[in-house]
């Protein structure tokens, strides 16, 4: 499974050592457009159509995220720069009973190339339903999200929590949906002699659809924009 996201879906750039060595050879006030742009990675993936909590409610899928580099980033070559970054999560959500909330958690690992080191993603998050999405009404449903995502790596470990609000629209077989938010991300890296934390503030806007063509199955598609930066996202899975 980890071969499959991280060689087909990703972009190798997040699994080379040497970004991080570069990392910590810069000022920490360089840095903010790499903090945004990791930022950029992982506070993408787990959007999706509004959800609606309860005893039933449940989501297992897989996501990738995928996010532009800014062209002041200092850590990635100018070849790197015509990419993308990019990780992928296992994802697991689960409907709070007798509320309108649900929480969720992803995880995923990967070997990083030329390197012993390993490569760790981790999220979770919440979410509340402030009207439902149904088919039957011609009013879209609407939550508030609160996740916090992380990667960490020996010398780097940085931190992206979003706040934000997505509306969905349930149509026969597919839903569109939106989303705007607001990302923090907070990076520690341990260069020689000191610490260097750099953070980033982006504002995401989001636009996506869910494809049902099989019960209980769902394929999520979106494109993203963080600040100056283009990304998208695809999960898929089972939910109820």
Same mark, same amino acid.
């Given at each position: 499974?980890?071969?499959?996201?991280?060689?087909?879906?990703?972009?190798?750039?997040?699994?080379?050592?040497?970004?991080?060595?570069?990392?910590?050879?810069?000022?920490?006030?360089?840095?903010?457009?790499?903090?945004?742009?990791?930022?950029?990675?992982?506070?993408?993936?787990?959007?999706?159509?509004?959800?609606?909590?309860?005893?039933?409610?449940?989501?297992?899928?897989?996501?990738?995220?995928?996010?532009?580099?800014?062209?002041?980033? #200092?850590?990635?070559?100018?070849?790197?720069?015509?990419?993308?970054?990019?990780?992928?999560?296992?994802?697991?959500?689960?409907?709070? #009973?007798?509320?309108?909330?649900?929480?969720?958690?992803?995880?995923?690992?990967?070997?990083?190339?030329?390197?012993?080191?390993?490569?760790?993603?981790?999220?979770?998050?919440?979410?509340?339903?402030?009207?439902?999405?149904?088919?039957?009404?011609?009013?879209?449903?609407?939550?508030?999200?609160?996740?916090?995502?992380?990667?960490?790596?020996?010398?780097?470990?940085?931190?992206?929590?979003?706040?934000?609000?997505?509306?969905?629209?349930?149509? #026969?077989?597919?839903?569109?949906?939106?989303?705007?938010?607001?990302?923090?991300?907070?990076?520690?890296?341990?260069?020689?002699?000191?610490?260097?934390?750099?953070?980033?503030?982006?504002?995401?806007?989001?636009?996506?659809?869910?494809?049902?063509?099989?019960?209980?199955?769902?394929?999520?598609?979106?494109?993203?924009?963080?600040?100056?930066?283009?990304?998208?996202?695809?999960?898929?899975?089972?939910?109820?």
């Amino acid at each position: 499974m980890r071969k499959i996201l991280f060689c087909v879906f990703i972009f190798a750039a997040f699994l080379r050592a040497d970004w991080i060595d570069n990392a910590k050879t810069k000022a920490e006030s360089e840095l903010k457009p790499l903090a945004g742009d990791v930022g950029s990675v992982l506070g993408g993936g787990f959007w999706s159509p509004t959800k609606k909590g309860g005893l039933l409610g449940f989501d297992v899928g897989i996501q990738v995220s995928a996010s532009g580099i800014s062209d002041d980033n #200092p850590v990635f070559t100018e070849d790197e720069k015509e990419g993308n970054l990019g990780a992928g999560w296992l994802y697991i959500s689960k409907g709070i #009973p007798f509320t309108r909330m649900d929480v969720f958690l992803r995880a995923m690992q990967s070997e990083m190339k030329n390197s012993d080191e390993k490569i760790n993603f981790f999220g979770f998050g919440l979410e509340y339903n402030i009207l439902k999405d149904r088919v039957i009404s011609p009013i879209p449903g609407i939550s508030a999200v609160l996740g916090v995502n992380t990667l960490s790596v020996t010398g780097l470990d940085a931190t992206t929590t979003s706040i934000g609000l997505k509306a969905s629209k349930k149509l #026969p077989i597919i839903t569109p949906f939106v989303v705007i938010a607001s990302e923090k991300t907070k990076m520690e890296i341990d260069a020689v002699g000191v610490k260097l934390e750099p953070e980033e503030t982006r504002a995401r806007i989001l636009a996506g659809i869910e494809f049902r063509l099989i019960p209980f199955t769902y394929l999520d598609l979106a494109f993203s924009k963080t600040d100056e930066v283009t990304g998208f996202q695809i999960s898929a899975g089972i939910k109820k």
